[in-house]
Structures are given as structure tokens and as C-alpha cells.
T-cell receptor, first 114, second 114 residues
Framework: QKEVEQNSGPLSVPEGAIASLNCTYSDRVSQSFFWYRQYSGKSPELIMSIYSNGDKEDGRFTAQLNKASQYVSLLIRDSQPSDSATYLCAVRTDRGSTLGRLYFGRGTQLTVWP | GAGVSQSPSNKVTEKGKDVELRCDPISGHTALYWYRQSLGQGLEFLIYFQGNSAPDKSGLPSDRFSAERTGGSVSTLTIQRTQQEDSAVYLC????????????FGPGTRLTVT
């Protein structure tokens, strides 16, 4: 059973456009949600976390969470070529014995072309 | 402050040999995770340590894999009798107790089994 699903892409957008990255998760008791960015050949880095329904904005990034639909998304406004990377969605579910481990999706590859 | 460090950065070993990979988490972080990532693939969870609790070993692919965390800090991932399919980048991450999902990744160890 896949816990976290993302479109693998690649997603290609022109510079200045809005990039929309989507993620669905299977466990309704999931509690917290994260977006990580991974540049080619580098380690993942956390860019956004969201814990409650609605939108959370941080600069050009907006995370959106809808627990009823089990859906979380990341919008990148005014996309730049430097945003080209793989974006990983991660979900934390506290189920006692699992100690609240993080479940990662396989990632969506984003390319922003100038 | 210092981030997560891993050593060695690269390791080439012959099939059948044992290898040890080391992770130094961020000081004060109680949670430590091991993942591996094969070329072009997503993150594969291996094991998760949280404080003094029994680790979540549910991701270890076989009994050739084991991990220890001594004194609540440094961790060692050991792979016995390495196989070619063990070739991957092994990533370590740490997080604080109250922000388990906000993980900070090390630079990884690239393991090549010949």
C-alpha cells in the first residue's frame, strides 16, 4: 500500500509561471505534512511544513492542506530556473509503534525553463 | 551550528565484504533516521531512532542490515556481506523531539559494491 503518492512528472513551466505540485496520502490519521526539495546530486532540504487545514505562505511558496480530501499541494509563484529540482512530499503519521515516522512520496521533478 | 555529517562520503567495496557507515546528527536532536536512495529513485526508509525508545526497524531490507545508535548521538549503519543491489546513496537525517517531521539531512554516503 502506497502511503504517499505524487505525480512523478516531469513538470515543466516557463520562468515566472506558477508551478503546482500535488500529493495525496492514504492514512486519515496523518498529522503533519512537509515539502522537501532535492537538487540533483544533493540531499533533500525542508522547504515547507503544514499542520492544519488551509494555506500557509512563505515567500514564493504556498502549501495547501485539505485533510478531508487527503490532499496537500505546493504552489511556487514566479518560478525561477533555480527552482528546478525534485520536490518530495512527506507525511507524518503517529501510530504508536511507528514512533511517528515520516513517509515520503517518490517526488515530482520540476523544470523551470527561461 | 554544525549540520548532520556522514562518513565516508564515498565507499567502494567488493561484493561479500562488510561496510560501516557513520552518521553524526545535529547536537541535541533526539531523532535519527537512515534512508537510502538508488539512482533516480525515491527515498527508501531504513530505520528510525527516537530517544531511548526501541528503534523502528521496519524498513531494513534484510538481516544483513543493522544499525546502532550509541549514547543517543552517533549512529552506525552496518551492511554485512554486501551485494551489488546494495549500491546506493545512504542518507542520514536528524530532527528534534518536538518537530519530528522537520528533518535535516546529511550529505550522504555513496556506496558502490563491485
Amino acid at each position: 500500500q502506497k502511503e504517499v503518492e505524487q505525480n512523478s512528472g516531469p513538470l515543466s513551466v516557463p520562468e515566472g509561471a506558477i508551478a503546482s505540485l500535488n500529493c495525496t496520502y492514504s492514512d486519515r490519521v496523518s498529522q503533519s505534512f512537509f515539502w522537501y526539495r532535492q537538487y540533483s546530486g544533493k540531499s533533500p532540504e525542508l522547504i515547507m511544513s503544514i499542520y492544519s487545514n488551509g494555506d500557509k505562505e512563505d515567500g514564493r511558496f504556498t502549501a495547501q492542506l485539505n485533510k478531508a480530501s487527503q490532499y496537500v499541494s505546493l504552489l511556487i509563484r514566479d518560478s525561477q530556473p533555480s527552482d528546478s529540482a525534485t520536490y518530495l512530499c512527506a507525511v507524518r503519521t503517529d501510530r504508536g509503534s511507528t514512533l511517528g515516522r515520516l513517509y515520503f512520496g517518490r517526488g515530482t521533478q520540476l523544470t523551470v525553463w527561461p | 551550528g554544525a549540520g548532520v555529517s556522514q562518513s565516508p562520503s564515498n565507499k567502494v567495496t567488493e561484493k561479500g565484504k562488510d561496510v560501516e557507515l557513520r552518521c553524526d546528527p545535529i547536537s541535541g536532536h533526539t531523532a535519527l533516521y537512515w534512508y537510502r536512495q538508488s539512482l533516480g529513485q525515491g527515498l527508501e526508509f531504513l530505520i528510525y531512532f527516537q530517544g531511548n525508545s526501541a528503534p523502528d526497524k521496519s524498513g531494513l531490507p534484510s538481516d544483513r542490515f543493522s544499525a546502532e545508535r550509541t549514547g543517543g548521538s552517533v549512529s552506525t549503519l552496518t551492511i554485512q556481506r554486501t551485494q551489488q543491489e546494495d549500491s546506493a546513496v545512504y542518507l542520514c537525517a536528524s530532527s528534534s523531539t518536538d518537530r519530528v517531521g522537520e528533518q535535516y539531512f546529511g550529505p550522504g554516503t555513496r556506496l558502490t559494491v563491485t
